[in-house]
């Protein structure tokens, strides 16, 4: 069983940077698929970012040249480093984790972007 816990979030002014860590106890990761997520109250939860075990990608548009995630299989961690931080991105960010048979969710860490 997979336990992911993020961390790294904060209040960051716009136009700042924080990078997010999903540690994962339990197993490695290298057989999931994983994910951030973002939620912001009263609205729909916002896929972000994914990586697979094998370098696979894929970016919600709204972070496209701002965000990058990463895996460190090594450290059994994924990054979701955050530049170029706006307004909008101030939410929840949740880590996720999942495979044929398996699917985890993290309680998420605080990100405010604000002046």
Not at 26 to 31: E, I, N, W
Not at 56 to 81: E, P
């Amino acid at each position: 069983q997979v336990q992911p816990v993020e961390s790294g979030g904060g209040l960051v002014q716009p136009g700042g940077s924080l990078r997010l860590s999903c540690a994962a106890s339990g197993t490695t990761l290298d057989t999931y698929l994983m994910y951030w997520y973002r939620q912001v109250p009263g609205k729909e939860r916002e896929l972000v970012a994914t990586v697979s075990a094998r370098g696979d990608y894929n970016y919600a548009d709204s972070v496209k040249g701002r965000f990058t995630i990463s895996m460190d299989n090594a450290k059994n961690t994924v990054i979701l480093q955050m530049n170029n931080l706006r307004p909008e991105d101030t939410a929840l960010y949740l880590c996720r984790a999942t495979n044929r048979v398996s699917d985890f969710w993290g309680r998420g860490t605080q990100v405010t972007v604000s002046s």
